[in-house]
């Protein structure tokens, strides 16, 4: 199980520990959690026991600046903090003490809750769209490699198997102007992949426990035998209500115009790659209600928020040896993206009033014999 080591936020109290919206974590090899709050913009650094040390940048366009930054942090092996900021079109370089350093050039406009990853070279991975122009249907996503000087370099194109996953649609507008909102059917099963600290990637098509490691020369499939949690009438009631009313946003008529949403939820959620390089497969498990306080049912638009889904995560090696099962607390979120490292796990936490934490956890192991 994961258990708490270190807590950052607080519901009121100094500023420096209240989050709005967490948008990206990272750590430094020495400890140091970092946290993107956008709904300042800033960035702020804590030391590895929570408390607070500095705030990088401010909301603006000029050096250190940022004005729309989002799932993308990263620091490289001499402590450079990397931050992605699609507003500015560009990932801005902060020294360890917070110094602006310079910014890199990238293409704007295109926010991602993916993370900006980095490789054992310190290459970095910035997410684009190849064709910013086409349907959001044809969209295909790469990732541009830039050196640890800012030198961009080729761009790589993560695994495609085909699959066509089950999504929804809403439009609006004419030829010219047209508005389109696409999302998927929820619990729906999805291509995943991860890519790994060596440069290669982890990759998986969810309706099935299968993964292929696409090591160079050796690639590695794993499968194992598991069955699929269920999805709760309440979480399918909530979640296909959340759907119609932003879909709504975009086509105010709009009625569930795809398949239907599943009965069961996919054997995984998404793929993660440690910073030890272990892969950690984040399996969704059945869904558990909760309070929603904020929740008005006056407002005919108001959506309530009372169900989470506590997930798990699958520990392999990257030779395909299975470590266990490590169960998360109910209140972690995956978004933003986790940081793994060992036994070690950095994740975004959401109390009931909707509160938000940054909290260290580390790995508990059951007892030899123990039932958990």
Do not use: C
């Amino acid at each position: 199980t994961l258990v708490p080591e270190v807590s950052i936020g607080e519901v009121d109290g100094d500023l420096e520990y209240l989050f709005g919206r967490i948008s990206a974590i990272n750590v430094g090899a020495d400890g140091t959690i970092y946290a993107v709050d956008t709904q300042v913009p800033e960035l702020r650094a804590y030391g590895p026991d929570g408390v607070f040390l500095r705030t990088l940048g401010r909301p603006g366009e000029g050096p250190g600046e940022m004005k729309r930054p989002d799932g993308g942090l990263a620091i490289l092996s001499d402590g450079r903090i990397l931050l992605r900021d699609p507003g500015n079109a560009r990932i801005q370089v902060y020294a360890p003490d917070g110094a602006a350093l310079e910014t890199w050039s990238i293409r704007g406009g295109f926010n991602t809750s993916n993370p900006l990853f980095r490789d054992d070279a310190d290459n970095v991975y910035t997410q684009i769209l190849v064709d910013p122009r086409a349907d959001v249907r044809d969209w295909v996503i790469g990732l541009v490699r830039i050196g640890p000087d800012g030198t961009p370099s080729d761009t790589l194109i993560p695994p495609d198997a085909g699959y066509e996953p089950a999504e929804l649609e809403a439009r609006s507008g004419d030829e010219e102007n047209r508005s389109v909102s696409v999302t998927g059917v929820p619990f729906a099963p999805s291509e995943q992949w991860a890519l790994h600290p060596e440069g290669w990637f982890a990759h998986g098509i969810s309706d099935a426990y299968k993964l292929t490691l696409l090591r160079p020369g050796s690639p590695l499939i794993i499968e194992r035998a598991a069955e699929a949690a269920p999805v709760t009438s309440g979480e399918k009631a909530e979640e296909e209500a959340r759907v119609t009313h932003n879909l709504r946003m975009t086509q105010p008529n709009w009625r569930w115009n795809g398949p239907a949403t599943p009965d069961r939820k996919p054997y995984f959620r998404r793929l993660h790659a440690g910073r030890d390089g272990r892969i950690w497969v984040e399996v969704p498990l059945a869904g558990v209600e909760v309070e929603d306080p904020t929740y008005d049912p006056k407002d005919p638009e108001a959506v309530p928020d009372r169900w989470r889904e506590p997930v798990a995560f699958d520990v392999f090696e990257t030779d395909g040896t299975y470590l266990g099962r490590v169960r998360a607390p109910v209140e972690l979120s995956t978004s933003p993206t986790p940081v793994f490292d060992g036994d070690r796990v950095w994740a975004v936490t959401r109390d009931e009033l909707g509160v938000q934490r940054v909290v260290r956890f580390r790995v508990e192991r059951a007892a030899v014999g123990t039932a958990r």
